[in-house]
């Protein structure tokens, strides 16, 4: 199919009366339905194939203007959009779109590129959708089986041996992240199993509520080394990527929970795209691992109010806590810890 950006709509879009949203639907046996939406018309062409390899309903296909032009057309249970610039017309589309996904419950997976991530994530802040950064169709894909994931199994085809073998995988990779987080906070309490986090800290005067992590602390806590210490920590582990495979090291949780502490000593505030730089792996990688780590309760989102296109991420308060307790069990005697 030619690359052809087109003028119109590639598909017509359901009527909104229709049921096919997700807050209408049930497992009743109706399929998954999907938007795409893409400026570049050999994107939408690659992802309605992808939809339709995995038997879902594409409802609409169209450029980004068609969500503000068609405000009361229902956008199905899952948005693919494509955002590699922003600007103001697309601030306040992706606005409008996170405001309309949050109240009707459908699904959102957005790429963008470096450049634009800050703005991007600044602008939805409501419908948690999934972000990805200059992925390849591979990442589209796992991240739409990550989703499809979510719905119940009568709404989806019978999944072929290959689809059964990705969604085993990424199970795998989930629970690795979620074993990996659990071990920052030795004693900690388990969660429940019906947990919605990783898993949760103890609670330490604020019932696990999520704050900022120098807001005013209710509660003693060993105190946290100076600022310095803990970025020589941070070079000290970048230095073994000059001489052995930086791969071998990869610990994203860590680094990025170092870096914040070290902000929050300096009084430094961390934008989304400054914490995946930190966090030495790529950045839709990195952007998983945040998810991971606000569902956690270890991260919680802070946005600009002078600025909309700007939001950070802090560390919360339990999250502050864990690591002044790892720090105090840490001889400064010793060598520094990395």
């Known amino acids: 199919m030619a690359a052809t950006d087109f003028a119109q709509s590639d598909f017509s879009y359901v009527k909104a009366d229709s049921g096919s949203g997700p807050a209408g639907n049930g497992d009743t046996g109706q399929s998954v339905s999907i938007s795409i939406f893409a400026n570049r018309g050999h994107l939408r062409a690659s992802l309605r194939e992808d939809a339709a390899a ?22 199905g249970d899952v948005v693919l959009l494509d955002c590699p610039q922003v600007d103001g017309k697309a601030m306040a589309t992706l606005s409008e779109l ?15 590129t470096v450049d634009a991530l800050d703005a991007v994530f600044a602008c939805m802040d409501q419908s948690a959708p999934i972000l990805l950064v200059d992925p390849n169709r591979a990442e589209r894909v796992l991240a739409l089986g990550r989703v ?27 629970s690795q992240i979620a ?15 019906s947990a919605a986090s990783a898993f949760s800290f103890e609670p ?5 509520q999520a704050r900022g992590a120098y807001a005013g602390r209710e ?4 105190t946290l080394p100076d600022a310095q210490m803990v970025r020589q920590i941070i070079r000290l582990r970048q230095l073994r990527g000059r001489f ?10 860590w680094d990025m929970l170092l870096d914040l502490t070290a902000a929050g000593l300096e009084r430094k505030r961390v934008s989304v795209t400054s914490l995946c730089i930190a966090s030495g792996v790529p950045p839709t ?54």
Request: with cysteine; proline share 7%; glycine share 8%.
């Open 54 to 75: 995995a038997g879902l309903t594409v409802s609409a296909a169209g450029p980004l203007q068609d969500i503000v032009d068609a405000p009361l057309r229902a956008l």
């Open 98 to 112: 996170d405001q309309r996904a949050a109240s009707g419950g459908c699904r959102l997976i957005v790429s963008t």
């Open 148 to 174: 499809l994931a979510e719905f119940p199994q009568g709404r989806l085809r019978e999944l072929s041996e290959n689809d059964r073998l990705m969604l085993l995988r990424l199970t795998e990779q989930v």
């Open 179 to 193: 074993g990996r987080i659990e071990r920052l906070a030795p004693g900690a309490n388990p969660a429940p199993a």
């Open 204 to 208: 330490a005067g604020s019932q696990g």
């Open 219 to 222: 509660v003693a806590r060993p």
């Open 244 to 253: 052995l495979d930086e791969e071998l090291f990869a610990d994203p949780a």
């Open 285 to 338: 990688t990195a952007l998983r691992w945040i998810g991971q780590m606000v569902e956690a309760g270890l991260f919680v989102r802070v946005c600009d109010d002078s600025d909309r296109r700007r939001a950070f991420i802090e560390l919360t308060e339990p999250a502050v806590d864990a690591m002044a307790r790892y720090f105090s069990e840490v001889s400064l005697a010793a060598p520094a810890p990395v």
